[in-house]
């Protein structure tokens, strides 16, 4: 019965900290991993601030360092992971990747050595940018890195459907795995059309936003959130604040995470009070640790 008051709770009062998921993306991971002062200043930094669930960048990195699907020199991961959610009480740890090679050639095969449930990734997340012309056009990153080799056309709508692919292929591995992974996907512009197809193979969207104060980032996510208000998904959805000192990590130095999500939230309750009816919210996700960091101890010191 107590389960189920609190989740009346949390519906009826959507802007209460309470109710709020807070995501850390973890830049610099491999400087920060085998380096103890490193990583317990991080993960004193996660509890510290309430972040439940951390996304680790330069996996790529860390892998042609110590093998991750080698069993004999992955530990230094699980064990950061097992310290992660036994002593810091992080809940959920992600891996971010730009294509499901890499999670089914190093991820996937890292969780399958591992025998306890808190020593995986509960998180495959996927990274990569369809809707920018740059990369995805002749010449671009990943026309050069992912279209061409797939003998995909180096369009938006090529590019679209290699990261629909790739969606698919994260959600057959998750699917097929023991360990309960949950699939994500960082978006920042989709069509209506193009996020009805996304939210079939995710479990939950990371939408970006951009500006220097929470009513501009909400206005720039706006159309985002009308999109996908309209096609009636359940799919949880996660806020994106970007943290360095051109978009939000200024305005952090001298304001609280929970003033941050409270202003975006009155904001798109003063402009559209039926969004929080039609959309899953999730809560927030903070890009990156470095620049975060930097502006919560500035704001700490004002305090004191």
Not at 96 to 113: H, K, L, M, Q, R
Not at 118 to 132: A, G, H, M, V
Not at 265 to 279: D, V, W
Not at 281 to 292: A, P, Q, R, V
């Amino acid at each position: 019965m107590r389960k189920y008051l609190i989740l009346i709770f949390c519906f009826i009062t959507i802007t209460s900290t309470f109710c709020r998921q807070r995501t850390l993306y973890v830049d610099g991971f491999i400087d920060i991993l085998g380096n103890p002062n490193k990583e317990d200043n991080l993960l004193l930094f996660a509890k510290r601030n309430n972040f439940k669930t951390l996304i680790l960048y330069q996996l790529n990195k860390v892998d042609k360092k110590w093998a991750l699907a080698d069993p004999r020199k992955n530990n230094i991961l699980s064990e950061f992971i097992t310290k992660a959610k036994l002593k810091f009480s992080v809940q959920n740890i992600g891996a971010s990747g730009e294509s499901a090679t890499f999670f089914t050639d190093v991820i996937n095969p890292y969780n399958n050595t591992r025998n306890k449930a808190e020593e995986k990734f509960d998180i495959y997340n996927l990274e990569f940018e369809y809707w920018s012309k740059k990369a995805s056009g002749p010449n671009g990153y990943y026309c050069v890195n992912y279209l061409e080799e797939n003998a995909m056309p180096c369009t938006r709508n090529g590019s679209f459907n290699y990261f629909i692919n790739n969606l698919k292929e994260l959600k057959k591995l998750a699917t097929e795995n023991i360990h309960n992974i949950k699939v994500e996907a960082y978006l920042g512009y989709y069509s209506e059309q193009e996020i009805s197809a996304i939210v079939k193979y995710c479990d939950r969207l990371i939408i970006q936003t951009s500006g220097k104060t929470p009513l501009i980032s909400y206005k720039f996510a706006k159309k985002s959130l009308t999109h996908l208000s309209k096609i009636n998904s359940k799919v949880k959805t996660s806020i994106l604040y970007t943290t360095n000192m051109n978009q939000m990590g200024f305005w952090f130095k001298s304001n609280s995470l929970e003033s941050g999500e409270e202003a975006f939230f009155n904001a798109m309750n003063a402009n559209n009070s039926q969004l929080k009816k039609t959309i899953n919210l999730d809560g927030f996700s903070y890009h990156t640790y470095s620049f975060l960091e930097k502006s919560i101890s500035y704001f700490s010191y004002l305090k004191n």
